[in-house]
């Protein structure tokens, strides 16, 4: 069983910084790639990053790049996000997810457990 609970959300103007955690149990974190997702009110749940299991490859949706990094530490079962420049289209709920390999993949069903988010909200 993998719990993954997320940390870090709060309220922020444009232009702030954020920084994202995700705890994850269990002994085999190391070994999946890790993703960030996120969910605006009356949209579908997006991509924003994710990152192999060695963290030696990353991929983020272009509209972060640039502005959002993604990292993982395997000794502490963790994955961050932090997040730069924030701007008011990136309020939403954001979510860390497990992947069902170790290379990182941008298709939500490629993804097996979820945490329950953690809100981001940027004013203008």
């Known amino acids: 069983q993998v719990h993954l609970v997320e940390s870090g959300g709060g309220l922020v103007q444009a232009g702030g910084s954020l920084r994202l955690s995700c705890a994850a149990s269990g002994r085999t974190f190391s070994s999946y790639a890790m993703g960030w997702f996120r969910q605006a009110p009356g949209k579908e749940r997006e991509f924003v990053a994710a990152?192999?299991?060695?963290?030696?490859?990353?991929y983020a949706e272009d509209s972060v790049k640039g502005r959002f990094t993604i990292s993982r530490d395997n000794a502490k079962n963790a994955v961050y996000l932090q997040m730069n420049n924030l701007k008011p289209e990136d309020t939403a709920v954001y979510s860390c997810a497990r992947a069902r390999g170790a290379f990182p993949t941008t298709s939500i069903e490629t993804y097996d457990y979820w945490g329950q988010g953690t809100q981001v909200t940027v004013s203008i």
């Open positions: 990152i192999s299991w060695t963290g030696g490859t990353t």
